[in-house]
């Protein structure tokens, strides 16, 4: 109780930072503001109309320049405060605490990324492998709600990580990958895609999306590309292929002097097409960065889940306190409208 007349009784109530806090659930109860010049031109009025030649018991030399004269204006203050606070309560001040709750069904994605020696060709900066990794962490951190999951292969094909929501993890895991995680030479691409598919075959999501990324043609493993993608295929997994690098001669390292060697690379696009379209995903050419990019963005508007919203709104009024303060200024100016104050001098 006694904490409640404190709160009650507290002056920060009054202080303009309050008011700048504040949420107006009837900003137009803000316009009665202009009634108390009103009332005060009518009062005077009133006075005109009426004429009075003496208001008090006191000679009319002792009011004079003196300054007791003023007490006359206390009641008339306390009257026009009390309206002030019952206008402030008809606007009813607020403060809203709005709290939002986003949830999805997501999607499930396993990248799976070459990392033999042909991505360390530097057609792109600083090579194809390293760009690779900064669009794919792009593109993982822009996601909402999804389960991604990570595959890489060049000779054989490795599970990096299964699907979650853990996309920090995921982070420092693409941020590790490096040429020497594997043994096996060669582009094992039907491996790769055979183990995305084994990652996602008991996944219940409504939508299963493999995002294949390679710079060469398949020249290892024990699994065809065709038929790894028909499997994928049979249990509605989506595979979009992106085809990374130019064909024709591309630099790769410096000689003895420092100038940048040329080497010959070869992609077979017609695989990568082909995959896509058993599939159902699409193609993509990435001949630089900023296509390779672009193609991430591409996927990432393809494949948006839907996002619901819950919004709870809690809302705390604070007109009471303003009304309390206006009944009690109201009853402090019954009490001195009545009293001395009041015809103290001649208005």
Wanted: cysteine-free.
């Amino acid at each position: 109780m006694q904490e409640q007349l404190a709160e009650f009784f507290s002056m920060s109530w009054f202080l303009p930072e309050t008011f700048q806090t504040y949420e107006w659930a009837n900003l137009w109860a803000l316009n009665l503001f202009w009634i108390i010049p009103a009332l005060m031109l009518f009062r005077k009025f009133v006075k005109f109309l009426k004429n009075p030649v003496l208001e008090l018991s006191l000679p009319k030399r002792a009011a004079n320049n003196n300054p007791w004269t003023y007490l006359r204006l206390i009641p008339t203050g306390f009257f026009f405060l009390s309206v002030i606070m019952v206008v402030i309560a008809l606007a009813r001040p607020q403060r809203s605490n709005e709290r939002v709750e986003q949830f999805t069904e997501g999607i499930d994605i396993v990248l799976v990324m070459d990392i033999s020696e042909s991505m360390d060709l530097q057609d792109f900066t600083p090579n194809r492998l390293e760009a690779a990794k900064a669009t794919a962490v792009e593109f993982i951190n822009g996601r909402f709600g999804d389960r991604i999951g990570m595959v890489v292969f060049a000779g054989e094909a490795y599970s990096l990580a299964p699907l979650t929501n853990d996309y920090k993890l995921l982070t420092e895991l693409i941020n590790d990958i490096s040429f020497n995680m594997m043994e096996a030479k060669g582009t094992a691409i039907g491996s790769a895609i055979a183990s995305a598919t084994n990652r996602m075959k008991e996944s219940e999501s409504t939508s299963k999306v493999l995002i294949l990324l390679s710079d060469g043609e398949s020249n290892a493993g024990n699994v065809d590309p065709l038929f790894a993608a028909e499997l994928a295929s049979a249990l509605d997994i989506k595979i979009y292929t992106i085809a990374v690098g130019k064909d024709g001669m591309v630099p790769y390292g410096t000689d003895f002097f420092g100038r940048p060697q040329m080497v010959e690379s070869y992609l077979d696009e017609t695989t990568l097409r082909e995959i896509a379209k058993i599939g159902n995903g699409e193609f993509f050419r990435a001949a630089d960065g900023g296509t390779l990019n672009s193609i991430f963005e591409r996927i990432d508007t393809l494949e948006k889940a839907e996002i619901l919203e819950n919004r709870y709104k809690e809302t705390s009024d604070y007109y009471r306190i303003y009304l309390f303060w206006g009944m009690l200024l109201f009853f402090v100016w019954l009490l001195l409208k009545s009293s001395f104050l009041n015809n103290f001098l001649l208005d």
